[in-house]
C-alpha cells in the first residue's frame, strides 16, 4: 500500500480560505486558473494544500476574489508566509537525507499541532520510548542498516519527545494494549526501564496513559495502530496517520477521521483508567529482572 503524502495544515487553513473567498466572489476554479494562467488542476491542489502558493499569485487571487478588508489580506499573506516556512524551516532539517517522506511529515506535523491520541497494538509510541527500546526497534527494522544510521535515528526519535516538554507541551494521550507491556523488546532490563519511564511520563499533566487489558476481548480498535492529530484551529483540520509495513497511510477526509474518533473513544472506554494501567505497567515491570 503507497504512502499518501498529507497536505500541510497551514496550507490546508489557507486553501480553505481561499477557496470560501472564491466562491462568495461566484468564481469557479476555470476562472481562478486565467487569473494564475494555470491549470484547473493547480487550483484545487492550492485551495486543497498540496502546493505552496507565492506571494504574488496570491495577491492576484485576492485581487480577483474582491478580497479589500486588510486583516483579512493579512491573514492571508501570513498564513502563506507560515506554510512556505514550515517547508524550509525546522530542527529536522539537519536529519534530511535519512527521513523518509511520511516520517519528515509526521514530524512537521507534530511540531504544529495541538494534541496527538494513539491507539497501539505491538509497541511503545515513539514520543515515549527510551533510548534503549528505540534502538531494539530500529535494529529490528532493517531500514537502516550501519550503526551511525541507527544512532541518528534514535537521535531523531530523543529529538521528537522534546514536543512534550516546554511552555506549549504537546497533549498527548495513549492507549495501549496489554500485549505492548509483554513484548519484550530489546530484552527484560530494556523492557523493564522502559516501562517504568512510562509510569514516569505518565505524571506528567500532558500525557495520560491507558491500558486496555487482554481480559476485554475482542474490540472496535483492535485491528491496527494510529494516531490522530489534532490542531489549535478547527476540527475539520485533524488527520489521521495508520502504520502498514509497507508505508504510512494519510487520511484528512473527515468522514474517515470521524470513525478514528469515534474508535479512539471506543478504546479510551474499553480501557483501564488511568490510575488502575499504571498499576498495571509497575507491576509488570517488576516481572522484568534485568
Given at each position: ?24 466572489a461566484g ?7 486565467e487569473?494564475l ?5 493547480k487550483?484545487?491542489r492550492?485551495?486543497n ?18 478580497v479589500?478588508?486588510p486583516?483579512?489580506q ?7 508566509r507560515?506554510?512556505n516556512r514550515?517547508?524550509?524551516e525546522?530542527?529536522?532539517r ?10 519528515r ?5 507534530e ?6 491520541r494513539t ?12 533510548a534503549?527500546?528505540s534502538r ?29 516538554a ?6 498527548f ?17 530494556v523492557m523493564?526501564?522502559?516501562?517504568e519511564?512510562?509510569?514516569?511520563m505518565?505524571?506528567?499533566p500532558?500525557?495520560t496513559?491507558q ?5 476485554r ?7 491496527g495502530p494510529?494516531?490522530?492529530?489534532s490542531?489549535?484551529q478547527v476540527?475539520s ?6 502504520e ?6 494519510w487520511?484528512e477526509?473527515?468522514p ?6 469515534a474508535?479512539?473513544?471506543d478504546?479510551r472506554?474499553?480501557?483501564l483508567p ?17
Open positions: 500500500m503507497p504512502s499518501v503524502k498529507p497536505s500541510t495544515v497551514l496550507g490546508r487553513q489557507l486553501g480553505d480560505d481561499l477557496r470560501r473567498f472564491r466562491e462568495n468564481l469557479s476554479t476555470a476562472d481562478a486558473a487569473v494562467d494555470c491549470t484547473k488542476g487550483i484545487s492550492i485551495e494544500g498540496h502546493v505552496p502558493v507565492r506571494m504574488p499569485d496570491l495577491i492576484a487571487l485576492m485581487q480577483a476574489y474582491g479589500e478588508d486583516e483579512a493579512e491573514r492571508l499573506k501570513a498564513l502563506a507560515r506554510a514550515r517547508r524550509r525546522g530542527w529536522w539537519q536529519y534530511e537525507s535519512m527521513l523518509g517522506d511520511t516520517y511529515d509526521q514530524i512537521e506535523l511540531a504544529i499541532c495541538e494534541s496527538i491507539y497501539q497494538v505491538q509497541l511503545v509510541p515513539g514520543l515515549l520510548q527510551t534503549e527500546y531494539a526497534v530500529t535494529v529490528a527494522s532493517r531500514t537502516w542498516q550501519t550503526p551511525e544510521e541507527i544512532d541518528r535515528f534514535v537521535e531523531v526519535r530523543l529529538a521528537r519527545q522534546e514536543r512534550l516546554g511552555e506549549s507541551p504537546l497533549d494521550w495513549a492507549v495501549l494494549a496489554e500485549g505492548v507491556l509483554h513484548q519484550q523488546v530489546g530484552g527484560p532490563a523493564r526501564a522502559q516501562l519511564h512510562l509510569t514516569t505518565a505524571k506528567r500532558n500525557v496513559l491500558v486496555l487489558p487482554f481480559s476481548g475482542a474490540h472496535s480498535g483492535m485491528f494510529y494516531l490522530l492529530l490542531f489549535p476540527a483540520l485533524d488527520l489521521v496517520l495508520t502498514t509495513p509497507t508505508g504510512n497511510i487520511m477526509r473527515e474517515e477521521v470521524a470513525s478514528y474518533r474508535l479512539f473513544d478504546a472506554m474499553a480501557a488511568p490510575t488502575e494501567s499504571l498499576a498495571l505497567i509497575q507491576r509488570i515491570a517488576k516481572e522484568y529482572t534485568p
